[in-house]
């Protein structure tokens, strides 16, 4: 709780009230003169609303009680948020325990009265200006005034007896009051971190030398990101040369695997061709002979065998009649007649002589083997 509370707790802090003066009249003006007391008022009550917060803020602590968030209503409670406390007075057993929550209900008035008050006060003055970085108090002044319809020279010398700080911080909000040539300026903390009364009297020196620190080590880390970019570039450019290195190392082990897997396929297979035997034979792919087994011819090559069965999981080739544009299937011719009927295979014609299996027996004979088979009608 505690932890979620520091989180809104920053900003009252550093929205105190008005806090320091900057007269510059010719003669006191009434009007200018209720509205810098008017200003004096608010700065009375911010700095009551501030620490009665401070000590709220601990109580809520204590009671483990999760801090509202901020807003317009500075951190109040909400309505749940009492409604859930009184419930908690009246389970407490714990005497010290309800005696604060108590406490922190009662302050929750007080907390409400000093906001309306400090609103109230804040309701009749004017808008503040808000200080950014680079910022002066003359040169706000200056561009109130001329805002105002002062001429350029009649601002300077309204401000030639004016007396401004010599320092702003980012935060701080400068108000101007002009009345009649009359001109005033009032310096509250506004959202900066330091008051500036503490600032007044802080000394310029440190705040310079933390400067130049600050300019050194920004430019130290600017050539450390210079050198951590250059080492990220060349460690980039690792990584693609690596990613490019493993592309074709995969790309080669694919192809590797590729060309086994043909090569592994080849070596288990048969490579065959199925004809008529009367067309194979003038293809010069076999010869037949007057006498005996027909054999291979001239034109037997790799190139003719566009066939494969893999023995790896398969040893039957069905021939169909059709396929050849037979009518039927008389014979089948198996070249090279090395190839023993029975032994090596096996020929079955079926009864209308429209498909013709032939059934390898002896695998291993037929593995990366060709051979033709000659279909007669």
């Known amino acids: 709780m505690a932890r979620g509370g520091r989180r809104w707790f920053a900003p009252v802090l550093v929205m105190a009230g008005l806090s320091t003066a900057f007269l510059a009249c010719k003669r006191e003006d009434p009007r200018i003169r209720a509205l810098t007391e008017k200003a004096a008022q608010a700065d009375d009550a911010a700095q009551q609303l501030r620490q009665a917060w401070v000590e709220q803020f601990d109580r809520l602590t204590r009671a483990g009680v999760k801090s509202p968030p901020f807003g317009t209503s500075l951190m109040l409670l909400t309505a749940e948020q009492k409604q859930a406390l009184e419930v908690r007075v009246r389970l407490e057993k714990d005497n010290s325990r309800r005696g604060?929550?108590?406490?922190?209900?009662?302050?929750?008035?007080?907390?409400?009265?000093?906001?309306?008050?400090?609103?109230?006060?804040?309701?009749?003055?004017?808008?503040?200006?808000l200080v950014k970085p680079n910022?002066?108090?003359?040169?706000?002044?200056?561009?109130?005034?001329?805002?105002?319809?002062?001429?350029?020279?009649?601002?300077?010398?309204?401000?030639?007896?004016a007396v401004l700080a010599e320092r702003l911080a980012p935060g701080f909000e400068v108000y101007h009051f002009y009345e009649d040539g009359n001109y005033a300026t009032w310096v509250s903390q506004g959202r900066a971190t330091v008051a500036p009364g503490d600032?007044?009297?802080?000394?310029?020196a440190p705040l310079a030398e933390a400067r130049d620190e600050a300019v050194a080590a920004g430019r130290r880390l600017q050539r450390e990101l210079g050198l951590l970019m250059e080492q990220k570039r060349q460690i980039e450019a690792d990584i693609a040369a690596i990613q490019a290195e493993r592309k074709r190392v995969l790309e080669g082990r694919d192809q590797l695997q590729s060309e086994n897997a043909k090569l592994t396929s080849r070596l288990n297979s048969l490579h065959y061709l199925v004809g008529v035997r009367d067309t194979l034979e003038k293809e010069?792919?076999?010869?037949?002979?007057?006498?005996?087994?027909?054999?291979?011819?001239?034109?037997?090559?790799?190139?003719?065998?566009?066939?494969?069965?893999?023995?790896?999981?398969?040893?039957?080739?069905?021939?169909?009649?059709?396929?050849?544009?037979?009518?039927?299937?008389?014979?089948?011719?198996?070249v090279p007649g090395s190839h023993l009927p029975d032994q090596h295979y096996r020929l079955t014609l079926s009864a209308d002589r429209q498909i013709a299996t032939v059934e390898l027996l002896t695998l291993q004979r037929f593995k990366n083997d060709k051979v033709v088979f000659a279909v007669s009608e």
Do not use: M
């Not at 209900?105 to 400090?118: G, N, V």
């Not at 600032?199 to 310029?204: G, I, R, S």
């Not at 010069?284 to 291979?296: A, H, R, T, Y």
């Open 135 to 161: 910022d002066s108090h003359y040169g706000l002044a200056l561009r109130f005034l001329l805002g105002r319809g002062c001429s350029e020279a009649q601002a300077r010398q309204i401000l030639s007896r």
């Open 100 to 129: 604060l929550i108590r406490e922190i209900l009662e302050k929750d008035l007080e907390l409400r009265a000093l906001s309306e008050k400090l609103a109230g006060l804040k309701a009749g003055l004017p808008e503040p200006e």
């Open 284 to 334: 010069g792919i076999i010869e037949v002979p007057l006498f005996g087994k027909d054999l291979s011819g001239r034109n037997w090559r790799d190139g003719v065998f566009t066939r494969n069965l893999d023995l790896r999981s398969g040893h039957t080739i069905l021939i169909r009649a059709q396929d050849l544009g037979l009518k039927q299937i008389r014979q089948v011719s198996v």
């Open 199 to 204: 600032l007044v009297n802080q000394d310029p």
